[in-house]
């Protein structure tokens, strides 16, 4: 028997079902964490937890540490302590430290959420990615300027998804980036060159260190320019070919940038650059998360290899085993973001145009989508007020289904 806390800090629809699929996993007992009480999780949920222990603030690790050893007192012991939000791994890694539980560590973790930490151990393995340097002070990033020019990226050493990172193009933007960032030794920023080219992000397994499978999926357009621009629709696409020039080109720096991260068992999830320089190199690593990753992609891999990715990570986290799957179809997520209204103001969603039309084109090709409602707020999300999920066994059938699906429906704000 596997015993298993889960930190989950709120009940999310996405975390949810990363902790059902380990709860469902046989030979296992399951403690779970949270901020919410039990009874705002789901009643099968529910049922099948050992233990719940709530705490005020699930990314304290103060709090979490008294929350874990009661647990593991309950439980008789812990082999596995979990969980998936990004902002959440070094925590993670400090209590498997102070329990003496198997998987990475702080300092691994630290290797990965810390921005600026992780170029510095890619440069030294030889990794490319982009130029930077750690800001201890506002000085440090005009000097920075000079050297590299505009554009350029400043952003939080722990930033994730892209948020609270800033696109500087001219010393104006720095200066508020600056202000915004106020970067000092207690609270550094990280600048980087501005890398162009076509943007990816890189799926690897790893069972105690060593690759075992990977899969490459195609952003449209990039997730920054997705963050600046709240209105952009945007889609997210898994080819059905499992060899293709994306995964050749960066398969090597991948598994070069995992080995000298420290990554161990899990699903980690990297966002690269195809270069569009050729004196720059073919490929430029941009950031790399020891966690599992968002916009769909879980559920696109599922839809694409007809299993459940939720499942398969759950087993590979607590059984470290993984089965391949046979990739059958490609897949791909159409991000529906609204756009209009007074930004100063509440917005939600008063009209949603083109879904008959959607429905009529594309239907057949959806196999799953939340869709904006009337009334609903405007999300918080990158992700959006709603999305669709499109499988095929054709790659460029697909590819051009979700060019058409977000050019068609439109979400009107107010």
């Known amino acids: 028997m596997v015993r298993v806390v889960f930190i989950a800090p709120f009940n999310m629809t996405a975390t949810t079902r990363f ?52 647990l593991g007192t309950q439980l008789g012991g812990i082999d596995r302590i979990l969980g998936t939000l990004e902002q959440l791994q070094v925590q993670l890694g400090q209590l498997r430290d102070h329990f003496g539980v198997d998987g990475i560590g702080e300092v691994v973790a630290r290797n990965f ?17 982009a130029r930077h340097r750690r800001l201890n002070s506002a000085a440090e990033g005009w000097v920075f300027a000079r050297e590299v020019g505009f554009p350029m990226i400043v952003k939080p050493p722990d930033a994730a998804a892209a948020k609270g990172t800033f696109r500087v193009t001219d010393a104006h933007t720095l200066e508020e980036a600056l202000r915004v960032l106020r970067p000092s030794p207690d609270h550094p920023a990280v600048a980087e060159e501005f890398v162009t080219g076509l943007e990816r992000s890189f799926e690897t397994i790893s069972i105690r260190g060593r690759a075992v499978w ?8 990039a997730p920054l320019h997705v963050l600046e621009n709240p209105w952009i629709q945007w889609t997210v696409l898994l080819p059905r070919e499992v060899e293709t020039s994306d995964t050749q ?57 007809d299993v459940d990715f939720y499942r398969l990570w759950a087993r590979l986290v607590v059984h470290e085993a993984f089965d391949p799957p046979r990739r059958r179809f490609a897949a791909g997520a159409a ?18 145009h083109g879904l008959e039309q959607a429905q009529k084109e594309l239907g057949p090709l959806v196999v799953e989508a939340k869709l904006p409602q009337l009334g609903q707020p405007r999300a918080e999300s990158y992700e959006g007020e709603g999305y669709a999920i499109l499988r095929h066994a054709d790659t460029e059938v697909v590819e051009k289904a979700l060019a058409r699906l977000v050019a068609l429906v439109q979400i009107e704000l107010g």
């Open 113 to 129: 959420r810390d921005k600026a930490q992780m170029k510095d151990v890619l440069r030294a393995a030889g990794v490319p990615c």
């Open 335 to 352: 991000f529906f973001r609204g756009q209009g209204g007074d930004p100063h103001s509440v917005r939600r969603v008063v009209k949603i």
């Open 214 to 221: 990977d899969s490459s999926t195609r952003y449209n357009p």
């Open 249 to 305: 080109a960066v398969r090597p720096y991948a598994h070069a940038a995992l080995e000298a991260l420290g990554m161990r068992t899990g699903i980690s999830h990297m966002e690269w650059f195809r270069r569009d320089r050729p004196d720059t190199g073919p490929v430029a690593i941009s950031e790399v998360g020891a966690r599992p990753p968002g916009a769909q992609i879980m559920s696109i891999n599922s839809y694409a290899h």
């Open 19 to 70: 902790v059902s699929a380990v709860a469902e996993l046989p030979e296992v007992q399951l403690a779970l964490v949270t901020q919410e009480p039990s009874e705002a999780l789901p009643a099968e949920l529910r049922q099948r937890l050992v233990a719940h222990y709530r705490v005020a603030d699930a990314l304290d690790v103060k709090q979490l540490a008294p929350a874990v050893a009661a």
